[in-house]
């Protein structure tokens, strides 16, 4: 079975400085991964996906990944970190199991921005 | 990318009932799934609800506690039966296209439930 790590439950940084979220993935096929955002009482919004295309995924509000192979890795990042970015991030991997897709997720890492 | 309405949003319950949740899309999926997020954890998934057809329960849940329904290709419902306090959770429908070959799940709101 697949699996995802999400190190760091919690990561701070300061407004304006670069944001670093991990993730590993364990897969034995080409992954389907995804980073999702959880703001608080809101349910999960999808950031950015990779499919197999370009390594390096651009998704919404400035928020970028690269999916390394060799280190099975899907970092997130964004160069300039907002107030409004302060949220739980989830990574994921998606697995086919009898024909069903299945998303397994990492335990999550909660932004916080300091002013 | 579909627009999925989870009903209620939130609700306060006594211990030993039992409560429905709806979970409406905009448009049809092929696929319908059911998560819970407990209290500062991640999302563990439930079933996957089939439609015209019995649901598929992941290990650790059982229809008896959780029992679904899928009656079309935009509609499901799951209940909370039985409830106890560690029931309190928020609970997540989600939905996705096999046709897209994207494998990309989107989520509702999710129902915030409180036992007491």
């Known amino acids: 079975a697949q699996s995802v790590t999400q190190l760091g439950s919690h990561v701070s940084v300061s407004e304006g400085a670069l944001v670093l979220l991990r993730c590993n993935y364990s897969?034995?096929?080409?992954?389907?991964l995804f980073w999702y955002v959880q703001y608080p009482n809101q349910g999960l919004q999808l950031l950015l996906k990779?499919?197999?295309?370009?390594?390096l995924v651009k998704g919404i509000n400035g928020f970028e990944a690269e999916f390394k192979k060799s280190e099975t890795s899907f970092h997130l990042t964004k160069p300039s970190a907002h107030m409004s970015d302060a949220a739980e991030y989830f990574c994921?991997?998606?697995?086919?199991?009898?024909?069903?897709?299945?998303?397994?997720f990492g335990q999550g890492t909660r932004l916080t921005i300091n002013p | 990318s579909a627009v999925i309405s989870q009903k209620p949003s939130r609700d306060i319950c006594q211990r030993g009932t039992s409560l429905t949740i709806q979970c409406q899309v905009d448009?049809?999926?092929?696929?319908m799934f059911w998560y819970r997020q407990q209290p500062g954890q991640s999302l563990t998934l439930i079933a996957t609800a089939n439609q015209g057809s019995e649901a598929t329960y992941e290990s650790g849940f059982v229809i008896d506690k959780f029992p679904i329904s899928r009656p079309n290709l935009t509609f499901s419902t799951l209940t909370v039966s039985n409830m106890s306090p560690e029931d309190s959770s928020i609970y997540l429908c989600?939905?996705?296209?096999?046709?897209?070959?994207?494998?990309?799940?989107?989520f509702g709101a999710g129902t915030r439930l409180s036992v007491l």
């Open positions: 989600s939905v996705g296209n096999l046709m897209t070959g994207t494998h990309i799940q989107y």
């Open positions: 448009s049809q999926v092929t696929m």
């Open positions: 994921a991997v998606s697995e086919s199991i009898q024909g069903a897709q299945k998303l397994v």
């Open positions: 990779y499919t197999s295309a370009a390594t």
């Open positions: 897969s034995s096929v080409p992954p389907y």
